[in-house]
């Protein structure tokens, strides 16, 4: 084992990774568990245990036998414990229940007005993940921000956690959001801690980008180490796996390309009061302020992509031009960090043009070594990305805390 190994190798056969390899299906016994750690099977046997304890992992019968005794076979329990998860967008939010293998049992997109604040707009999803996860159906959101949803009844013993996913800087530590673009009243908003009056189990709250990192890693690349996502839609950001594990930063903030600066003046002005900055230029939102200003007329981000797919010359143009600014950013990210893979996802990654300007660009600002293997792809489609990020953090969160 090389030293570069040995961040990833000290997480092998901890608590996360068994309930992963039984999740997947790469393991059904503890000798499978035993076989794909290295660890003894008493090791093995013992942490067993401990997730069947706390509901994370239950026995499903015997297994073949291979000449011995047969096996007991273990499995994520699909019924009864969830985890609720929230994805929150500046229009509308995906939100939905997840179980313990992070598969999808209940799914809802809804309409929303991040302008409406935190209060109202939380609670009412909160209200609605609380429904789902009771085995209700929608709720009112009239008055759900003030009220208490304790989870009592059904949902107190299935809802074992929620997710939630900001589009803007969250200190991951505390739960609160911090000087977001394009979500006034939220600056300074404490999530966690607004949630936690609301339901009787461990809020985690998170940036989205990070989420749709973690829930594209899990489902996608979870052999490979290192790794970069790139959400491109009304606005941009990234997300960071490092050693196998989502890397924040100091505060939180690791990732976060949106404001890096890629025009020299005369630029653009951002929403940080900076220009020229990447989310100015590339975002879907600096794309419909392009063409509007050419005299193209176009309300939102569906309708770039329309005139896109109908070949028009001056909505192609800025996306090819946003394809080579993003590439530019990630072309430092990639001869700085080394990922295995660096995929996009969000609307913006469906734009053949823009895909195609931002892999030349990579390859042709990067080193060779660094492109040696790269993986440059489309995060799989699926509205569901960033909940199942959100369950597998507080899935984690789980395990993390009955060690």
């Not at 800087?169 to 404490?190: A, K």
């Not at 890397?247 to 003046?265: K, L, M, T």
Request: with cysteine; net charge negative.
């Amino acid at each position: 084992m090389t030293i570069d190994d040995a961040p990833r190798e000290a997480l092998r056969g901890g608590p996360r990774e068994l309930l992963r390899w039984v999740a997947t299906g790469a393991a059904v016994s503890r000798a499978d568990l035993s076989r794909l750690s290295g660890l003894s099977p008493s090791t093995v046997s013992q942490r067993v245990e401990a997730l069947i304890n706390q509901g994370l992992l239950e026995e499903a019968g015997a297994g073949q036998s291979r000449g011995g005794r047969r096996p007991r076979q273990l499995a994520v329990p699909t019924g009864g414990a969830v985890v609720g998860a929230i994805d929150l967008g500046a229009h509308h939010a995906r939100i939905g229940t997840l179980d313990l293998s992070g598969r999808v049992v209940q799914g809802r997109t809804l309409p929303v007005r991040i302008e409406d604040g935190p209060e109202t707009v939380l609670g009412a999803l909160l209200a609605e993940v609380t429904a789902l996860a009771s085995g209700g159906g929608a709720v009112s959101s009239g008055g759900a921000d003030g009220a208490s949803l304790a989870s009592g009844g059904g949902a107190a013993g299935a809802l074992r956690g929620v997710g939630i996913g900001i589009p803007g800087p969250v200190q991951h530590s505390t739960g609160r959001i911090v000087s977001p673009s394009r979500m006034p009243g939220w600056n300074g908003f404490d999530v966690a801690a607004f949630c936690a009056d609301r339901v009787d189990v461990p809020v985690i709250v998170d940036n989205d980008a990070n989420l749709m990192a973690l829930g594209a890693h899990r489902t996608a690349h979870a052999e490979m180490d290192h790794a970069v996502y790139i959400k491109a839609g009304t606005g941009i950001g990234s997300g960071v796996i490092s050693s196998g594990q989502l890397h924040r930063g100091a505060q939180g903030s690791a990732g976060d390309i949106s404001h890096c600066r890629v025009v020299a003046d005369p630029a653009p002005l951002c929403s940080c009061g900076n220009a020229g900055c990447l989310e100015a230029v590339a975002s879907g939102a600096a794309l419909v302020t392009a063409l509007r200003e050419q005299g193209v007329p176009v309300d939102d981000l569906t309708g770039v992509l329309r005139l896109i797919d109908d070949g028009d010359r001056h909505a192609t143009a800025l996306a090819r031009q946003a394809g080579r600014a993003i590439g530019e950013i990630l072309a430092v990210v990639v001869n700085f960090f080394n990922p295995q893979v660096v995929a996009i996802g969000g609307r913006l990654a469906d734009c053949e043009p823009l895909l195609a300007s931002m892999r030349a660009t990579l390859y042709e600002r990067c080193l060779p070594l660094a492109t040696q293997t790269l993986l440059i792809e489309r995060v799989a489609t699926s509205q569901d990305i960033g909940i199942t990020g959100a369950a597998h953090l507080v899935i984690d969160h789980v395990v993390a805390a009955h060690p």
